[in-house]
């Protein structure tokens, strides 16, 4: 049955399939104004890519996509990298115009610093040697020269469960290091490629070694250098069950019916509210008196109203949300991150996801967390927010300079 629905989606799409390129006048080097991506996961069948990527095309209308990169996943053994899946969404996203965004993380065991914790899809961490790295990075660009617009070193590096270390330290340091290596490779084999900064967890954690509150290690990376060997800061929030418009996370009103996930009205904390934790990104960027911008690499909030089965525990605050809430709040971060100037590039999380895994949900299973903030519904249907992410029709707007 699942099957047959794909089949049926790919004809519906294909009936008014053209594959426009965006109308673009820049580089996105240059670009520097507000744009809008989502992330697609990959598939190693170019016919159920292709569905992907016409969907970001003919019905959303956006210029950019971004996927998960997991090097652990692709390098196996050293040497003997598996380019099967990421070699059919970069022809299909080349082919359809449409710029990419890689997020790179995870290093692969044999690259790890002996005697980190090491537990598949649980602890996480860097290379020991940041040339590894690099050599992965420089892999991947000389296969798709030209075809890769940016790229994401790292992600929650405030948390332990992303960089897991021996000994076990949460080290802006170290990862300004990693990130320096990075970016000195990128930009020596293609300086038109955007590199972006780690985007932080948020986070209220205060154990030193497993959480780290956002904020202050956002200032902990910036006074190691982080600003000089990034061209846009990575930034994420997923939503949780607080409305986009909520401006002062000391005082959030009350969901109306009231809501049963009670973490940001009895534990107050900026890392509950999306528009607080961007602004508090943007404000370290203007004391440290950097011009950067912020790349938000995931966004969106989740529902439950249209699934079945049960999610893992701590992610019960999508019942607090109706198909409608999540459109109307990804409707107002979009307006509001393209209005205030703070944002160069956002990502909403995410396409397919839900689609690719049936739309399972299970409290045993960490991959159908996804599922809840999944744009693609139940039998392939579009849920609400997608009609509103496509009244947008960012393919559409001409890429001009800012001062134009």
């Known amino acids: 049955m699942l099957v047959l629905l794909l089949i049926l989606f790919l004809i519906g799409n294909a009936i008014s399939n053209n594959l426009t390129s965006p109308l673009a006048s820049l580089l996105p ?9 989502i992330t697609v996961q990959q598939n190693s069948d170019p016919n159920v890519y292709q569905i992907w990527t016409s969907e970001v095309t003919n019905y959303l209308r956006l210029n950019w996509v971004t996927m998960e990169v997991v090097w652990r996943d692709m390098e196996r053994v050293k040497g003997q990298i ?3 899946a990421l070699d059919v969404a970069i022809k299909a996203l080349d082919a359809a115009n449409i710029y990419v965004l890689l997020r790179i993380s995870k290093a692969p065991d044999w690259a790890r610093d002996a005697g980190a914790k090491i537990m598949p899809f649980t602890h996480d961490g860097p290379p020991t040697n940041a040339q590894e790295l690099t050599k992965f990075i420089s892999a991947l660009l000389h296969r798709y020269p030209q075809q890769i617009d940016a790229i ?4 929650s590096v405030n948390l332990e469960t992303n960089w897991s270390t021996n000994p076990q330290r949460l080290d802006p340091r170290r990862y300004v290091d990693l990130l320096r290596a990075a970016f000195t490779e990128i930009k020596a084999i293609d300086p038109n490629i955007i590199v972006i900064s780690a985007a932080l967890a948020p986070t209220g954690g205060t154990r030193p070694d497993q959480a780290q509150d956002d904020f202050v290690f956002m200032d902990k990376l910036i006074a190691a250098g982080m600003l000089q060997y990034a061209d846009c800061v990575g930034a994420s929030h997923y939503g949780l069950n607080v ?6 996370w000391r005082n959030i009103p009350e969901r109306t019916p009231p809501a049963k996930f009670r973490g940001p009205w009895v534990n107050p904390h900026h890392s509950w509210s999306f528009r607080s934790t961007l602004q508090g990104y943007a404000d370290r960027l203007y004391q440290a008196g950097s011009d950067l911008k912020l790349c938000v690499t995931k966004f969106g ?17 999508a019942y607090d949300n109706t198909l409608q809430d999540q459109a109307n709040f990804t409707d107002d971060a979009i307006d509001w991150m393209q209005q205030s100037g703070l944002v160069r590039l956002a990502f909403l999380w995410n396409l397919n996801y839900g689609a690719q895994v049936g739309w399972r949900l299970s409290p045993d299973d960490a991959a159908s967390d996804a599922v809840l903030w999944s744009i693609l519904g139940p039998n392939f249907s579009r849920r609400p927010v997608a009609e509103r992410i496509a009244a947008h ?5 001409p890429r001009l300079p800012q001062n134009q």
Do not use: K, N, V, Y
């Open 29 to 37: 080097i240059s670009d520097t104004a507000f744009d809008l991506g």
């Open 243 to 248: 409305p986009s418009d909520a401006l002062d």
């Open 152 to 155: 994401q070193i790292w992600e």
């Open 82 to 84: 598996d380019f099967t």
């Open 301 to 317: 909030w989740p529902a439950m109203e249209d699934l079945s089965g049960t999610p893992r525990l701590g992610f019960d605050f």
């Open 393 to 397: 029709d960012f393919r559409g707007q």
